[in-house]
C-alpha cells in the first residue's frame, strides 16, 4: 500500500491563502501525485485526497502500472470515515476493469458522497463514463479545479492517448543573442535553472541527444539535481556514422541506451554496440542525419509517450525544420555570447509550419535571473479545452 506521509505532517484543516477549499485539497492531491515522479509510465500521475468535516481523513496516490490506483489508497487510508466524505483526485476516476478493478465501484462502497476531480481521463474506456458511473448512483461529481496544472502534469499522457503519438519537446538553453555555447563557459544557465530541467527530465520517459553533444559536453544526463534516487531517462543518441564508445559508462553499467544510425554505418560497429548492450536502430536519412519523422514513429512503436530532445545544433534545426517537436522549452541567460558562440539554428530555410500561430507562448517565467519561455503547437494548447468539457473527446495530431 502506498501511503502518504504521516498524520503530523497531513494538517486536518489544509487551507492556502486566496484558494477555495476545492482547490487547497485538489494542490494536495497534485502534491501527492508528484511523489510517483518517473514511476508509473504508462500511467498518469495521481494523487487523492478524503475530507470530511473539514479535515483530511486518507490520502494516497498511484504507484505504478499493477499497482493500486490513488482512489483505492485513499479510501484504504481514510478507512470508515470515508462514508460521507468528499474525494478529491487529479484524474476522473475509472470505471472500467484494467490491471485493477474500477475505482467508482470502490468509491460508491465506501459511501463517498462527492467526488471533485480536475480534467476527464481522456482514455476512452474512462472519458466521461466515470463521472456518470458516480452521478448514476447519487453521488455530486464536481470537475475542473485546477485543470491547468493537473493537465500540466501528465500532458504526455493526454497527449499519447490524445494524438497516438509520443509527445516530444525541444529543450534549449541560449544567450541573448540566441546562443547555445559560449567561451569559457560549460553552463549558459544558472544553476536553479538547470534543476528545473531535471524537473522536466523526471516528467519525461526518454532523452534524446546528438553524438556531438556527448563529444563536446560529456553529459550525464539524469535526474540527480532532482533526486539522486531516480532512475535516467532512457537515453537516445543520433549517431549516424556508430561512433558512440563501446565500453561508454551508460552501457557498462548497464542503462538503457538507444543509438539510431544511418543505413550506411558500419555493420561491425553495429555489432560492437549491440554486444555491448545498446539497442542499436537503424534508419533512412540524409546529410548524416536520420529522418526525424521515422524517428518518431519508432519512438511511438516502442511504447514510449515523451521524448525530450537536448540538442545539439544539428538535432534542434532539423527539429524546426520539420516540425517535429510539440513543445519548446526555451531557457534564456542575461549574457551575451558574441560571434564565437553557436547559433541554435542554422539552415537558411525557415519552418514553414511555424506561420499563423502554430507555435505560441503558453508560460514565462524567472528563474533566479533567467528566463525560461514555454511555447506550445495549437493541438497541445486545445488539450485543456479537450479534458475539461462534456462531450465525446475529438482526436487531435500534428
Not at 300 to 318: D, K, M, Q
Not at 375 to 396: C, I, M, N
Request: with cysteine; glycine share 12%; aromatic share 6%.
Amino acid at each position: 500500500m502506498v501511503k502518504a506521509a504521516p498524520a503530523e505532517v497531513r494538517p486536518g484543516a489544509l487551507r492556502r491563502h486566496g484558494m477555495s477549499n476545492d482547490e487547497t485539497y485538489i494542490r494536495r492531491a497534485l502534491e501527492l501525485a508528484e511523489r510517483a515522479t518517473a514511476g508509473t509510465n504508462p500511467n498518469p500521475l495521481v494523487g487523492a485526497v478524503i475530507v470530511r468535516d473539514g479535515e483530511i481523513v486518507g490520502e494516497g496516490y498511484h504507484g505504478g502500472p499493477g499497482r493500486p490506483h490513488a482512489e483505492i489508497e485513499a479510501i484504504l487510508d481514510a478507512g470508515e470515515r470515508a462514508s460521507g466524505a468528499t474525494l478529491y483526485v487529479n484524474l476522473e476516476p475509472c470505471c472500467h476493469y484494467g490491471r485493477t478493478p474500477p475505482c467508482t465501484e470502490a468509491i460508491i462502497d465506501a459511501g463517498i458522497s462527492r467526488v471533485v476531480f480536475s480534467m476527464y481521463d481522456p482514455f476512452g474506456e474512462v472519458r466521461g463514463k466515470g463521472a456518470g458511473a458516480l452521478r448514476s448512483r447519487g453521488i455530486d461529481v464536481t470537475v475542473g479545479p485546477c485543470a491547468y496544472d493537473a493537465l500540466e502534469l501528465n500532458l504526455p499522457y493526454v497527449h499519447r492517448i490524445v494524438s497516438g503519438s509520443p509527445f516530444i519537446v525541444l529543450k534549449l538553453a541560449a544567450t541573448l543573442d540566441g546562443r547555445i555555447t559560449m567561451d569559457g563557459r560549460k553552463h549558459i544557465t544558472g544553476l536553479e535553472s538547470r534543476r528545473r530541467v531535471h524537473v522536466l527530465r523526471s516528467r519525461l520517459e526518454a532523452i534524446a541527444v546528438g553524438k556531438g553533444t556527448i563529444d563536446l559536453d560529456d553529459p550525464v544526463l539524469d535526474r540527480r539535481l532532482l533526486d539522486p534516487g531516480l532512475p535516467p531517462p532512457v537515453r537516445m543518441i543520433f549517431d549516424s556514422g556508430l561512433s558512440f564508445p563501446h565500453d561508454h559508462a551508460w552501457l557498462t553499467q548497464g542503462d538503457p541506451v538507444i543509438i539510431y544510425c544511418g543505413e550506411g554505418a558500419s555493420p561491425e560497429r553495429r555489432e560492437l554496440l549491440s554486444g555491448a548492450g545498446a539497442d542499436v536502430v537503424t534508419l533512412p536519412g540524409k546529410d548524416g542525419l536520420v529522418n526525424l519523422h521515422d524517428w518518431v514513429e519508432d519512438v511511438g512503436r516502442r511504447g514510449f509517450s515523451s521524448v525530450l530532445v537536448e540538442g545539439g545544433v544539428a538535432i534542434a534545426t532539423s527539429m524546426m525544420l520539420g516540425g517535429i517537436i510539440d513543445r519548446l522549452v526555451l531557457f534564456v541567460a542575461p549574457v551575451v555570447a558574441g560571434a564565437g558562440g553557436e547559433s541554435w539554428y542554422r539552415d537558411p530555410g525557415l519552418p514553414v509550419w511555424l506561420e499563423d500561430g502554430e507555435l505560441a507562448p503558453t508560460r514565462v517565467e524567472v528563474i533566479e535571473g533567467d528566463v525560461m519561455v514555454v511555447y506550445d503547437r495549437f493541438h497541445v494548447r486545445s488539450y485543456l479545452g479537450a479534458v475539461t468539457e462534456e462531450g465525446e473527446l475529438v482526436h487531435r495530431s500534428r
